[in-house]
């Protein structure tokens, strides 16, 4: 079993920039595919963004397309989202997921092909 952990949600204005982070919680030496998911209230779990095992594959929600990066240190297994130009709408439960069976270029979109879930961090933006 894999255990994830997020970081770095916090209360941030409108145009701001927030890095999160999400490691696994005990040691792992082997890579897998990565996505970040996030959840606003009374909305359905939504996919932001998306790196494959190589690193090769990047995807990402059109609402974030230019604002949001995801990344990978492969040395630590740990993957980061930078944010910059927060909106309001970017208000979130953010949460990080792994693929376990994901080829080594493939970064899904559909929540439902991750397997381990972290518990999330809140990202408050405000206006």
């Known amino acids: 079993q894999v255990h994830l952990v997020e970081s770095g949600g916090d209360l941030a204005q409108a145009g701001d920039s927030l890095t999160l982070s999400c490691a696994p919680s005990g040691p792992t030496f082997i890579r897998f595919a990565m996505g970040w998911f996030r959840q606003a209230p009374g909305k359905e779990r939504e996919f932001v963004a998306a790196i494959s095992q190589s690193g090769n594959t990047i995807n990402y929600a059109d609402s974030v397309k230019g604002r949001f990066t995801v990344s990978r240190d492969d040395a630590n297994i740990i993957i980061f989202l930078q944010m910059n130009n927060l909106r309001p709408e970017d208000a979130a439960v953010y949460y990080c997921?792994?693929?376990?069976?994901?080829?080594?270029?493939?970064?899904?979109?559909?929540?439902?092909?991750?397997?381990?879930w972290g518990q999330g961090t809140q990202v408050t933006v405000s206006s």
């Open positions: 997921a792994v693929d376990l069976d994901a080829s080594k270029d493939s970064a899904p979109t559909n929540p439902y092909a991750y397997d381990y």
